[in-house]
């Protein structure tokens, strides 16, 4: 099969199909037990994240079981910040910890020199994906956005408020943009040497977008974003690339003005017919049900999913969710979702 012959590559390049292509965010993870399986034999997260054999078998998984259009490659947006010298761990229950950036001076600390060789693994993982895939499955490779991969890199792990990096950009936007720039660098770079690797496709995650007030969001994100897709596409003119600025509200409209972007993964919040109306002329569309509705299942549920189906599915549309699967989602309401999506 030629790569222009699968599903969400035709919708990324404006196409509209009868059935739209399906992946779920994080659709690699704990809801799955075989998932559970793999976790326990590697030990750490991160060591699945590193081992290129475990990290294909886990993003493998989903596919296997319910033959989603899309593989996306198994990482964390926080092995860039690993890969910058920053020390990254995951700790149960507790989600991801780093060495929190305190200062200026923590900043000259972080270095591209060993990015690549401490990257490899990741990079070796998507040959050995794209070797054992499905003619028809599009592989996905992916980063976080700057701002949401900064916001962990200066919280020290995941936040409520965003107090310390919020404040470290408005009290000295200068040196936080030097860290932006930073990982401007680190990204492009990463995303690039994705695709030599063989990732098919992009999405780039900005899961904090909706912290700041729209001028703010502009600066951090949409800038950031836009650049590293120009630095991606210089070297790689065909990869389709979707971008997920979560929160971003109204301002979806300059990411799909602005930002070069082939597809944007609309969050759960954002309005089915205002994302027709002001977006899908633009690009293609991505998203949105609510995880807790594929968690909670039943008539709602069944509703929603042919609502966003009836009201995106005219124009170029992938269905997915509006942010990633939860831990406790039951199995059977993927494997419903799959029916509802393609039946
Ligand atoms: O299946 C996939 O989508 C691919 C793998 C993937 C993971 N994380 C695996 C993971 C992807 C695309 C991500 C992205 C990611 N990681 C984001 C952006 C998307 C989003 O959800 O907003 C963010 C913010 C992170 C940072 C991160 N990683 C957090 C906050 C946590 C802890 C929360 C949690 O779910 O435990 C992680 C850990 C993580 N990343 C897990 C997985 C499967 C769970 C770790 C485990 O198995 O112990």
Not at 79 to 92: D, N, R, S
Not at 139 to 156: D, K, N, Q, R
Not at 322 to 338: D, Q, Y
């Amino acid at each position: 099969m030629n790569s222009t012959d699968k599903a969400l590559i035709r919708v990324l390049s404006g196409e509209s199909l009868a059935t739209p292509p399906l992946w779920l965010m994080r659709q690699a993870g704990r809801y799955l037990p075989e998932y559970r399986e793999v976790r326990k034999d590697a030990g750490s997260f991160l060591e699945l994240c590193f081992t290129p054999a475990l990290a294909a078998e886990a993003t493998l998984q989903p596919i296997r079981r319910f033959g989603f259009d899309a593989a996306i490659l198994f990482s964390d947006i926080l092995v860039v910040p690993h890969g910058l010298g920053q020390e990254v761990w995951f700790e149960e229950g507790k989600g991801p910890q780093l060495a929190a950036l305190k200062e200026d001076s923590d900043l000259s600390a972080l270095s591209l020199a060993a990015f690549h060789e401490r990257l490899d693994p990741v990079y070796r993982a998507i040959g050995l994906i794209r070797a054992d895939l499905p003619a028809k499955t599009t592989l996905i490779g992916f980063a976080g956005a700057p701002w949401t991969v900064a916001s962990y890199m200066i919280e020290g792990g995941s936040s409520k408020d965003f107090s310390r990096a919020k404040t470290w950009a408005y009290r000295a936007p200068e040196s936080f943009q030097k860290l932006i720039d930073l990982l401007v660098d680190a990204t492009a770079q990463y995303l690039i040497r994705q695709v030599e690797a063989g990732a098919e496709v992009l999405q780039l995650f900005d899961s904090w977008a909706g912290v700041w007030p729209t001028d703010q969001l502009r600066r951090w994100c949409l800038d950031p974003m836009r650049q590293i897709l120009s630095r991606v596409k210089e070297a790689h003119p065909d990869v389709p690339i979707i971008l997920f600025p979560r929160g971003a509200g109204l301002l979806y409209r300059d990411f799909a003005t602005e930002s070069g972007a082939d597809g944007l993964a609309l969050d759960t919040t954002m309005p089915l017919r205002w994302s027709r109306r002001h977006l899908q002329d633009k690009v293609a569309l991505q998203g949105n049900l609510d995880p807790l509705l594929l968690l909670a299942g039943g008539p709602v549920f069944r509703d929603r999913v042919a609502t966003i189906k009836e009201e995106l599915g005219k124009g170029a549309f992938v269905f997915n969710l509006g942010h990633g699967i939860l831990p406790s989602t039951p199995i059977e309401h993927v494997s419903e979702l799959v029916e509802l999506v393609r039946g």
